[in-house]
């Protein structure tokens, strides 16, 4: 973004209701003062003093700010609420401070695997610069809608939907940290507008409908294979605790041949899907 060139500023104002009582002082004086041609000037002057007085009055709701311009030049902004007076002849454009929200419409865009996702996010947000947010850019509100669309793209291209190393970041699993950069990105694309990034929230986050099932599936696998392999090291675990409690009371003794079979038994009894059917041996251990 270039350098901006406007800074907001207080403007000069006062406390408007006794101005209008000046105001209308002078207009009451001037239409009911009677004499000659001589007071016909004065009267002249004082009603055309009390409405020039009028012009520079402004109401400012709260919540709301005024841009003062005098003749085109930036003179500063009104954020007192209430009945304000400036200098008269001045334009002052409303602009509100109040906090916004912006939602962007659902993006069809590639994550940083190349994956085609759905994603939408929302923004809070408000102005903290007037003079920037009228001066340095072009309309503010289209301005953030369009920076924030960017930023989400940016966002969703730099990292994957789903991480298979816990330690990378992915769009699914690390929701907050990846909010704090998008608002981040968001807050440094939107400075040039004098526009404050309050928070921003990832509203919506899918596989793209063509391989929305595809995508099921692996996760589904994924999700098989994790299970299956705690299940394994905890099948393992058991195994080495029989085999050395075993030995240690001295229940029964086995050799290498009879180890690897009883082990490979328990396996299947503790990672089998199904109930194992045990057959009974009424014969002796090698029988």
Not at 119 to 125: F, P, S, T
Not at 151 to 158: L, N, P, S, Y
Not at 169 to 175: D, F, K, M, P
Request: glycine share 8%.
């Amino acid at each position: 973004m270039s350098d901006t060139h406007y800074t907001e500023r207080s403007a000069r104002d006062l406390n408007g209701w006794p101005v209008l009582g000046l105001a209308l002082l002078l207009i009451l004086v001037g239409a009911f003062l009677s004499g000659g041609s001589a007071i016909g000037w004065v009267r002249a002057i004082l009603v055309a003093a009390g409405a020039i007085l009028v012009t520079g009055l402004t109401p400012v709701s709260p919540g709301q700010a005024r841009v003062v311009q005098f003749l085109g030049r930036y003179i500063g902004t009104i954020r007192t609420d209430g009945l304000r007076w400036v200098v008269p002849l001045t334009s002052r454009r409303r602009v509100s401070t109040r906090i916004r929200n912006h939602e962007t419409d659902v993006l069809k865009v590639n994550d940083a695997d190349g994956n085609p996702i759905q994603m939408a996010a929302v923004v809070v947000w408000q102005v903290a610069d007037t003079a920037k947010a009228m001066f340095e850019v072009d309309g503010f509100q289209a301005f953030v809608a369009i920076q924030t669309e960017t930023a989400v793209r940016h966002i969703a291209g730099t990292y994957p939907y789903d991480a298979p190393e816990s330690a990378q970041l992915s769009l699914r699993e690390n929701a907050d940290e990846i909010t704090g950069k998008l608002s981040g990105e968001i807050s440094v694309r939107v400075a040039a507008a004098g526009v404050q990034i309050i928070e921003s929230r990832i509203t919506r986050l899918a596989y793209s409908p063509e391989i929305a099932q595809a995508m099921l599936r692996r996760q589904q696998a994924s999700a098989v294979v994790a299970a299956r392999q705690r299940i394994v090291e905890g099948a393992v675990g058991m195994v080495e605790s029989a085999l050395s409690r075993l030995a240690e009371r001295e229940v029964v003794e086995l050799d290498e041949e009879r180890k690897a079979v009883m082990v490979s038994n328990l396996l299947v009894v503790l990672c089998g899907d199904r109930d194992a059917q045990p057959v009974v041996n009424t014969g002796t251990l090698y029988q």
